[in-house]
């Protein structure tokens, strides 16, 4: 106990050393660096539920992100609304969407190796892809809005804060998720079915109808997200891919079933690459810095592997 | 000569010592039964054995080697073989060619060597039409081909973790006989996991039982039968019907 | 019986594919050169299919060979031909070091890790701008062969017949074993002699290559090469779709595949130019859903081709 007491402080001395760091010399990078980790973080988060808790892996994940966001930007422009108002909405339509692709094609290929998984689902990603490609084309929509340029002052540094809202969110799914998971009846019956898939079934547990209410709710905050984003970002057919790279990071980073890890490993994330894009030198390796985390990931898990 | 040795092998997984400092020895053209109830840690057991999982301590040694830490199939080209419980055949492959596969990567046969090694082994083992699809087997063809499996590892320990379940006694009198042969004739060590005590009475020299991850007995079979503490082990009964009879 | 039916078939397959410019003009020409591409990169990706890995970065590896291919000739002055066998020792190095990196976790982290290959190979290059002329690509001095038509569809069919060969290598040596009992049940392959890593390694290696080399004919034939052509999506949907419609983890398969898509695509290409890529996104969903093993499956109607449902 007394090492692992040791390196857990040694490791938040180093963080605080850094934050620190980064305050005093170029506190931008420090908040944009939160700001993209409540993003990365909260999209992340839904596809641990999935992947990390009953290990179906989905890589149109992103793609499901960019649906929500593409039918809440026709929302608000049909009905006139703002995008928070459509967060409901859009989550409730996303999550039934969610639900009936799982039923009609995911739930299929359960069965069968991981790999009609990974194949199926990479169909499902460019077929999403390409149909609003075909739809809306290539071009990029926007919907201007007032509050997303708030800005705060400190000192004489001035920055965007309507960012932030996505810490919250995140920090908000995390918890909420871990409620769901050890104290809803559905959520325990999910965690049975991701450790014990066999034995869950075998105690009574509807492994199928788990799957598909795990897979509803994920959609359903992922559909959230979608909505969300469109108050700050552009959106075009290609826009949800990164986020599945990045998610997939994420949880590989925090460790299959560590949700609420997630937040600390986003924060890693997000500064990274606010950092790399502060510098005009080193401005476009910023997209790199996920590649390089899972490799690294990767490298420390299969030595790991080997000693034990 | 001592072909292979465990010191003190333990394994944890998380909170559950699955095996518990489990010390022993086996010989050349020794067969060694492995018996103890169900949970007992006897597969876990030969998974460190054979590589497929590491020890948390310990010392493992094959003809005064340390293979502790070798990897699994390192330690199938030194020699080491071992039949699975629950068979998945390779699907994808024929019977005979599944056969191969050990021939090939453990003892570095050409491809035309191994298919006649294999078809040797077929021919001990009494396996007919060697092309055939795994799907088209029989159960007690798919149990015949994981030994063979395993003996194309050409290999100095063995161990055949319940080969004779569901077998009937025409087909087990057959296995033994392989067994018998393989210890003598090739000085095998080998290690019988079984339930089937008929079985462990006919076949092996030594005894060693399992519970809850320890040896608790060690000995012939006929004293480890009376061992008060190994009747309990299997639930306050006779460990077969046919003890109480001698 | 069978088998020199087949191989019959395939020499006169053969004798047609290489007599085809003799009879076709420049159109066909390039339909065929751009099927055969696709061909060979579809059996490329089968091949460590075979091994149980699904790659994604088909696109990834065909581009890093393109630019090597071409930065080469540009920069050091070699030539055309040599380029292209450096574009495929270059892609087969990177493979290496990557593998060695990755391949001990396999099956999701692999596919991922290489979903995101292209994308970090673009990237890379792209951001090399003095090297590589950035995002508005770099252009060679000339094209090799001259441009000849003939010519271009003899390389490009020379690429086909290396993917062929290094496919039939896969298939009738110890690797076929190997892969085969890797993907069946590592366990028990590991306890029959076979280190995983080190098969997965060279397999890994030997495809990447083969689509670096793709991308090095592809390149040299077109003469200039830009991050958004040489590693489009297309050069990686468009094997994945033929491979699976032809019927995986064969040679024939992706032939087949190829030689239907391939010309199901050049038509889509001219009838929806924005997003008919989405045909080969729902052919991939309807192939793992309901034929994993391809249209070869319906066409043998064994019952125990139909009871094995999964890929």
């Known amino acids: 106990m007394k090492a692992k007491q040791r390196s857990n402080s040694i490791r938040a001395a180093i963080i605080a050393a850094v934050a620190i760091a980064l305050i005093l010399w170029k506190p931008t990078v420090l908040i944009y660096g939160l700001q993209s980790a409540g993003l990365y973080a909260a999209i992340a988060i839904p596809m641990g539920l999935v992947l990390g808790i009953v290990h179906i892996v989905n890589l149109a994940h992103g793609e499901f992100m960019m649906l929500a966001a593409y039918a809440a930007y026709n929302a608000c422009k049909a009905f006139g609304m703002d995008p928070l108002m459509a967060i409901i909405p859009t989550a409730a339509v996303t999550s039934l969407f969610g639900w009936v692709i799982f039923q009609l094609t995911i739930r299929k290929a359960l069965k069968a190796p991981e790999l009609n998984q990974l194949i199926l689902t990479f169909g499902l990603a460019i077929a999403f892809t390409q149909i609003i490609n075909l739809i809306f084309t290539s071009q990029t929509y926007k919907i201007p809005l007032d509050y997303v340029s708030a800005s705060m002052t400190i000192g004489n540094l001035t920055f965007g804060i309507w960012s932030f809202v996505f810490v919250p969110v995140a920090i908000a799914f995390a918890y909420g998720l871990q409620y769901f998971l050890t104290k809803t009846n559905t959520g325990k019956a999910a965690l049975a079915v991701g450790q014990n898939t066999k034995g869950a079934a075998i105690v009574g547990i509807d492994v199928y109808r788990t799957y598909g209410l795990v897979f509803a709710i994920a959609t359903a905050l992922v559909g959230a997200m979608g909505a969300l984003f469109l108050t700050k970002s552009a959106i075009f057919p290609a826009v949800g891919s990164p986020f599945t790279m990045k998610s997939f990071c994420l949880i590989a980073m925090a460790g299959i079933g560590n949700i609420p890890g997630i937040l600390g490993a986003s924060v890693l994330l997000g500064v990274a690459e606010s950092f790399l894009r502060a510098f005009r030198g080193t401005r476009d390796w910023a997209e790199i810095v996920f590649f390089v985390l899972i490799i690294v990931v990767i490298m420390s898990r299969s030595l790991k592997g080997r000693k034990s | ?58 010392v493992i040694e094959f003809k005064g080697k340390d ?23 390779l699907e994808n492959l024929t019977m005979i060619e599944n056969i191969m596969v ?62 004779m379940a569901g077998l009937n006694t025409e087909e087990t009198k057959d ?62 009964g006779a460990t077969d019907a046919e003890t109480t009879k001698s | 019986m069978k088998r020199n039916a087949s191989k019959m078939v395939a020499l006169v397959f053969g004798i047609m594919a290489i007599m085809l410019p003799f009879f076709a003009g420049d ?25 149980g890995q699904v790659s994604f970065g088909i696109a990834g590896f065909f581009g890093l060979g393109a630019y090597a291919s071409i930065l080469s000739v540009v920069h050091a002055g070699i030539p055309s031909w040599l380029s292209i066998l450096f574009a495929a020792v270059f892609s087969g190095l990177i493979a290496f070091a990557i593998g060695l990196l990755i391949l001990r976790l396999r099956a999701m982290y692999f596919s991922i890790v290489t979903l995101a ?40 069919l020379t690429g086909l017949c290396i993917s062929l060969a290094g496919s039939y290598w896969f298939e009738n040596s110890k690797i076929h074993f190997a892969i085969t009992a890797i993907r069946n049940n590592e366990i028990s392959a590991q306890s029959s002699g076979v280190d995983i890593f080190k098969w997965l390694l060279l397999a890994f290696v030997v495809t990447s290559a083969i689509q670096g080399l793709l991308g090095g004919i592809f390149v040299q034939s077109y003469g200039f090469a830009t991050p958004d052509t040489v590693f489009s999506a297309d050069f990686m949907l468009l094997p994945i779709a033929m491979a699976l419609l032809g019927g995986i983890y064969s040679t024939t398969g992706p032939v087949l595949g190829a030689l239907l898509l391939g010309i199901v695509s050049e038509w889509l290409k001219l009838k929806i130019p924005y997003g008919h890529l989405v045909v080969y996104g729902i052919m991939i969903i309807i192939v793992i859903l309901f034929m994993p093993r391809g249209l070869k499956q319906l066409v043998r109607q064994s019952p125990k081709n139909a009871e094995r449902g999964k890929a």
Not at chain 2, 182 to 188: G, S
Not at chain 2, 221 to 236: C, H, T
């Open chain 2, 67 to 89: 293979i502790t830490y070798m990897p699994a199939h390192e330690r199938a080209r030194l020699g080491i073989a071992r039949t699975y419980q629950l068979i998945h055949p």
């Open chain 3, 27 to 51: 159109y066909p020409l390039q339909v065929g050169r751009n099927i055969m591409m696709y061909m060979a990169l579809a059996i490329s990706w089968d091949m460590l299919l075979r091994s």
């Open chain 3, 117 to 156: 290959l292209g994308e970090i190979f673009r990237i890379i290059l792209q951001n090399m701008h003095d090297f590589t002329g950035g995002p508005e690509g770099i252009v060679m001095q000339g094209v090799i062969f001259g441009g000849n038509a003939n010519r271009l569809y003899w390389l490009t």
């Open chain 2, 102 to 163: 050990g021939s090939i990567f453990a003892k570095g046969h050409s491809l035309k060597e191994a298919r006649i090694i294999a078809l040797g082994l077929c021919d001990e083992l009494s396996l007919r039409d060697v092309d055939r699809d795994t799907s088209r087997l029989t159960i007690l063809e798919i149990k015949k081909m994981e030994i063979a499996r395993a003996l194309a590892n050409e290999p100095e320990v063995l161990f055949l973790d319940e080969v």
């Open chain 2, 175 to 236: 296995i033994i006989a392989v067994v018998h042969k393989l210890a003598r004739e090739r000085n095998v060590a080998i290690g019988v996991i079984e339930h089937v005590m008929g079985v462990i009475r006919e076949l092996t020299h030594r005894v060693m039982v399992m519970e809850a991850g320890e040896i608790i007995a060690e000995g012939k079979y006929e004293d480890i039968s009376k061992n008060p503490r190994v009747i309990e082990a299997y639930l306050g």
């Open chain 2, 1 to 58: 000569m001592i072909r292979l040795t465990t010191k003190n092998i333990t394994k944890r997984f998380l909170g559950l010592v699955a095996v518990n400092n489990v010390s022993f020895s086996m010989e050349e053209g020794e067969i060694l039964g492995i018996i103890g109830p169900n949970g007992a840690g006897k597969t876990t057991f030969i998974n460190l054995i054979s590589g497929i999982i590491m020890p948390s301590e310990g």
